[in-house]
């Protein structure tokens, strides 16, 4: 048997008789002999990822969606079609740096549109000339394309005609039409029409 200042790293048994070599070269040749074995704990496997995702998939999500998914699936599915990212600090910064941007963005574009409304109901009545019939009555009407031109002309701005709402026109008097500027934001402006 092995003397006890090197039984760590012999062999229960020695191939030399323990009187034959020194400790040393007993201790140094047992070593090559018998690699010793090395043992990893694993840690605890995640069966959930939290995920981010980066385009919309039907049943799952929208682009954008943070998710917790199986491992697997995110592994085999999402991971190799590039259809979500993992879910780590340095992506959730991103994300609410973009969110922010995305807000500021939106507030922007409404307290313009407000502005514009604010435009439109102080300037006062836009005029519009018609041909005169019987009475008050006009030839033709006042369209949605009308009213674009006349702002397009005095305010030099550009709408869109599909967001405004003009009422039945069909006699000289005054109206008020309504432009949506933003989903929040419409703005009444009032319209003369007159015959010429």
């Avoid at 879910?87 to 922010?100: D, R």
């Avoid at 574009?109 to 008050?136: D, H, N, S």
Wanted: charged fraction near 30%; proline fraction near 5%; include cysteine.
């Amino acid at each position: 048997m092995a003397s006890p200042s090197c039984a760590s790293t012999l062999p229960w048994t020695s191939a030399f008789p323990s009187s034959s070599r020194p400790l040393a070269e007993r201790c140094l040749t047992a070593s090559r002999r018998a690699p010793s074995l090395v043992i990893v704990a694993q840690g605890k496997v995640k069966k959930y990822r939290q995920v981010i995702l980066t385009e919309d998939i039907e049943e799952v999500g929208k682009k954008g969606d943070t998710l917790k998914v199986r491992a697997g699936f995110f592994r085999n599915f999402l991971l190799p079609k590039g259809k979500a990212t993992l879910l780590t600090p340095e992506v959730l910064k991103e994300m609410q740096l973009e969110q922010e941007r995305i807000e500021a963005e939106k507030k922007r574009v409404k307290e313009e549109a407000q502005q514009l409304a604010r435009v439109f109901e102080t300037i006062g009545a836009f005029k519009i000339p018609r041909k005169g019939g019987k009475g008050k009555q006009i030839f033709g009407s006042v369209t949605a394309q009308d009213i674009v031109d006349i702002i397009k002309s005095q305010l030099n701005r550009d709408v869109d005609k599909r967001l405004v709402t003009v009422p039945e026109i069909r006699e000289i008097g005054e109206y008020v039409a309504e432009i949506k500027l933003h989903p929040d934001v419409t703005a009444r402006v009032r319209l003369n029409v007159y015959a010429k």
